[in-house]
């Protein structure tokens, strides 16, 4: 029995991930940047994150860099086939320290941290599983679609007088 199709990897790991630990923002405020590079292709991310006007933007993009080379370094993917499936923020430790104030007084200051989590997964391993393991079902039936073009013609059919 001669096998038609190429072998299917499905063990193939296809997601590489940065995390970056201890940073000094709030996760509000990262999680506003994050939202608006998930699902996207790398270069595309890159370009974003370059032109926003936020200081989120570069602790983000250092990690999306670095996600980038380890995929590159682990997988050997090309970079212009990844795309950022899961990026998420959590909230880290905040520093708490006492400023002192008039009359003896002491006033809290919080310093929040959070956790970034940039996943990146390459989608030309997605396209050699899926194209080489599908195939037709034989109960399925192939229909032709059949456009007509004179309808839409210049000849007048559907002129308006």
């Known amino acids: 029995m001669v ?6 990897v499905r063990n193939k790991k296809t997601e590489v991930y940065a995390l970056g630990r201890h940073i000094s923002l709030s996760a509000n405020k990262a999680r506003r940047v ?10 595309e991310t890159l370009m ?15 990690l999306v860099y670095s996600a980038a080379a380890n995929a590159s370094y682990n997988m050997g993917s090309n970079e212009a086939n990844l795309v950022i499936s899961k990026a998420e923020v959590n909230e880290g430790t905040t ?6 104030r008039a009359r003896g007084r002491s006033f809290p200051i919080k310093r929040t941290t959070c956790h970034i989590t940039i996943v990146v997964k390459d989608i030309s391993f997605d396209e ?3 194209f080489s393991s599908l195939k037709k079902p034989r109960w399925k039936k192939e229909y032709t679609t059949l456009v007509y073009d004179d309808v839409y013609s210049s000849e007048g059919v559907w002129d308006k007088k």
């Open 3 to 8: 096998n038609r199709y190429p072998p299917v």
């Open 34 to 43: 994050v939202d608006q590079i998930r699902g996207r292709s790398y270069e």
């Open 48 to 62: 974003i994150l370059e032109l926003m006007p936020y200081r989120a933007c570069y602790p983000i993009f250092k």
């Open 95 to 100: 520093a708490k320290k006492l400023k002192p």
């Open 128 to 130: 050699v599983v899926l």
